[in-house]
């Protein structure tokens, strides 16, 4: 049983940074793909990033390259979200999230097979 949770989420000001965390259990983590992923308040699930499982590509959404980093640590079965620059719009519950595919490169919702519990990001204005 693939199991996933996210810590880390809170209330930040504009501009300001946080580090999302995601433990994973379960599964031969370092040879997956591990992605994320976010759903504000009355909008559907959004592609944040994703890494490949040797961590060597990483691929963001439009709305946070050059603000946002995926990193992960094999050794600790975590991926994390590194997030800078926050925004009002950042605002949104993030949820990690495992393929189905251990190599899909695939940003769409319907690649993701496992998902955490999810993690609320609150940017203030």
């Known amino acids: 049983q693939v199991q996933l949770a996210e810590s880390g989420g809170g209330v930040v000001q504009a501009g300001g940074s946080l580090r999302l965390s995601c433990v994973v259990s379960?599964?031969?983590?370092?040879?997956?793909?591990m992605g994320w992923f976010r759903q504000a308040p009355g909008k559907e699930r959004e592609f944040v990033a994703q890494?490949?499982?040797?961590?060597?590509?990483?691929e963001y959404g439009d709305s946070v390259v050059g603000r946002f980093t995926i990193s992960r640590d094999n050794a600790k079965d975590t991926v994390y979200l590194h997030m800078n620059s926050l925004k009002p719009e950042d605002t949104a519950v993030y949820y990690c999230?495992?393929?189905?595919?251990?190599?899909?490169?695939?940003?769409?919702?319907?690649?993701?097979?496992?998902w955490g519990q999810g993690t609320q990001v609150t940017v203030s204005s």
């Open positions: 999230a495992q393929p189905r595919n251990r190599f899909s490169t695939a940003t769409r919702e319907t690649a993701y097979t496992y």
């Open positions: 379960g599964s031969a983590f370092s040879s997956y793909t």
């Open positions: 890494i490949t499982g040797s961590g060597t590509s990483q």
